[in-house]
C-alpha cells in the first residue's frame, strides 16, 4: 500500500471509530429522533449537491427499490436504534457490539449460497460469539436487554446494507446512493425529530457532537473511503472493521471516563479474532465486505458507524 494509502486507511479508521463517543453526547441533550434528523439532514445538504454536480442521480431511477432497501438496512433503522441504544449502553460497549458485523456478514455469506464455511471461518463464529456472550454476560444487566436487541437489529442491518450494494447497486455511484439515503432518511425521521427538539438550544457539546456526527463521520468519511478505494481498491476496505472498535473504546475511556471492564478486554478480543477468521475467504471467492451505516460505499464495505 502506498504513503497515501496508508494516510487514508489511518484516518478513515478513526473517523469511522469515534461517532459512537458523539453519539453518546449527542444524547445527552437530544432525542434519538432529532440526533438522527439533524445527522442525516446536515451531511446529505453536504453530499447532495456533489452527486447532483456530477450527474449521478440519474443512474439511481432503475434501481429505487434496492435503494429503499439499502436506506432502510442501513441507515434509517440502525442510526435511531443505534442512537437509542447509547441512552443505555456506554460507547465502549456500543462500539465492541458493531464489531459482530462480520460475523453476521459471513453466515449471510454462507446462507445465501455465496460463501463456504470451511473449518477456520466456522472456528472464527464460535470464537466471534464467544466474546459477545462475555461482553453480554460481563457487561450488561437485566435492564439493558432491550438495548441489546436494539444493537442486534442494528449489526443485521450493518451487515445486510452492503449485500444489497454489491448485488442490486453494482456499479450505481456510491456518493449518490449515500448523499439520497441520507435525505430519505432525513425526510423520515423530520416530524419526529422537530417536535421532539428541545424548545431551548442545546448545549454546545451538543451541537458539536452532531455537527462531528454529520460532517466528520458522514459526508468527510464518505469522500475519504471514496478515495481509500480508488487508491487500494475493495478488497483491503474490510480491514477497517478490525479498527474501529479499539477506537471507540479508547474514546470512551479516555473521553467519557467510561470503565475498561473484564468483559470489554475479553470481549475485545475474542471478537476482532473471531472476526479475522470469519471474513478470511479462500483465493477464488470473493465475499461481500461486511460494513455498517457509516460506510456508504461503491462496493462492499467496512462499518462504521
Not at 7 to 15: M, N
Not at 31 to 51: K, M
Not at 164 to 186: C, F, H, Y
Not at 290 to 296: F, I, K, L, N, V
Amino acid at each position: 500500500m502506498s504513503r497515501k494509502g496508508w494516510l487514508l486507511f489511518a484516518a478513515l479508521g478513526i473517523i469511522w471509530g469515534v461517532p459512537y463517543l458523539f453519539i453518546k453526547i449527542a444524547v445527552g441533550g437530544l432525542t434519538p429522533a432529532s440526533v438522527v434528523f439533524w445527522r442525516c439532514a446536515i451531511a446529505a445538504l453536504i453530499l447532495l449537491p456533489i452527486a447532483i454536480a456530477r450527474g449521478q442521480l440519474r443512474a439511481l431511477l432503475p434501481h429505487w427499490k434496492a435503494l429503499l432497501a439499502f436506506t432502510a438496512a442501513e441507515i434509517a433503522v440502525p442510526w435511531f436504534l443505534l442512537t437509542s441504544a447509547e441512552q443505555r449502553l456506554s460507547s465502549s460497549l456500543a462500539g465492541l457490539l458493531i464489531a459482530g458485523v462480520p460475523l453476521v456478514a459471513a453466515l449471510l455469506g454462507w446462507a445465501t449460497g455465496g460463501e463456504r464455511l470451511g473449518p477456520r471461518r466456522i472456528l472464527g463464529l464460535g470464537v466471534g460469539l464467544a466474546g459477545v456472550a462475555a461482553l453480554v454476560g460481563l457487561d450488561l444487566s437485566a435492564d439493558d436487554t432491550w438495548a441489546l436487541v436494539q444493537m442486534a437489529i442494528v449489526v443485521i442491518g450493518y451487515a445486510v446494507g452492503p449485500f444489497i450494494l454489491n448485488r442490486q447497486l453494482k456499479g450505481v455511484p456510491g456518493l449518490a446512493v449515500m448523499a439520497v439515503s441520507l435525505a430519505l432518511s432525513a425526510i423520515v425521521y423530520a416530524p419526529a425529530g422537530i417536535m421532539q427538539h428541545p424548545a431551548e438550544l442545546p448545549g454546545a457539546d451538543v451541537i458539536v457532537a452532531v455537527l462531528v456526527l454529520a460532517v466528520l463521520c458522514t459526508a468527510v468519511a464518505l469522500t475519504v473511503f471514496n478515495a481509500l478505494i480508488a487508491e487500494v481498491g475493495p478488497v483491503r476496505g474490510p480491514v477497517i472493521t478490525y479498527i474501529n472498535p479499539a477506537v471507540a473504546v479508547i474514546l470512551g475511556v479516555l473521553v467519557l471516563g467510561e470503565p475498561f471492564t473484564a468483559g470489554i478486554g475479553l470481549g475485545f478480543a475474542l471478537v476482532l479474532a473471531g472476526s479475522v477468521l470469519a471474513t478470511q475467504r479462500a483465493a477464488d471467492k470473493k465475499a461481500p465486505a461486511p460494513g455498517p451505516a457509516e460506510a456508504a460505499g461503491v462496493e462492499p464495505v467496512a462499518s462504521r458507524k
